[in-house]
């Protein structure tokens, strides 16, 4: 089998690079599912670290999804003290 080739290789990082920005556009529209904005943002910096010539879908993908992976913790903590908040002011001792 031949080694792979330059282009071989630009087109693989492309593919990544648009697999990285679907799955960005995946968590804006379904933002309670923490996985996609966390495989979003590996593939998008795997992209960035194999050096393409064009950056755009990857380095989208990387701030969309890392964008909306602190949006999901700031909830998440936000979700965390209002109930830890609610369970103390109800004295519920567990």
Same mark, same amino acid.
């Given at each position: 089998?031949?080694?792979?080739?330059?282009?071989?290789?630009?087109?693989?990082?492309?593919?990544?690079? =648009?697999?990285?920005?679907? +799955?960005?556009? $995946?968590? !804006? @529209? /379904?933002?309670?599912?923490? &996985? #996609?904005?966390?495989? %979003?943002?590996?593939?998008?910096?795997?992209?960035?670290?194999?050096?393409?010539?064009?950056?755009?879908?990857?380095?989208?993908?990387?701030? =969309?999804?890392?964008?909306? +992976?602190?949006? $999901?913790? !700031? @909830? /998440?903590?936000?979700?965390? &003290? #209002?109930?830890?908040? %609610?369970?103390?002011?109800?004295?519920?001792?567990?």
């Amino acid at each position: 089998m031949p080694a792979p080739t330059a282009a071989d290789r630009e087109s693989s990082t492309q593919t990544l690079s =648009i697999i990285a920005f679907a +799955l960005s556009i $995946a968590a !804006i @529209v /379904a933002p309670s599912f923490v &996985l #996609l904005p966390i495989a %979003s943002l590996v593939l998008g910096i795997i992209a960035l670290a194999r050096k393409p010539k064009s950056k755009g879908f990857a380095l989208t993908a990387v701030i =969309i999804s890392g964008t909306m +992976l602190a949006l $999901a913790l !700031i @909830v /998440a903590a936000g979700a965390a &003290l #209002l109930l830890g908040v %609610s369970v103390i002011s109800s004295g519920y001792a567990g």
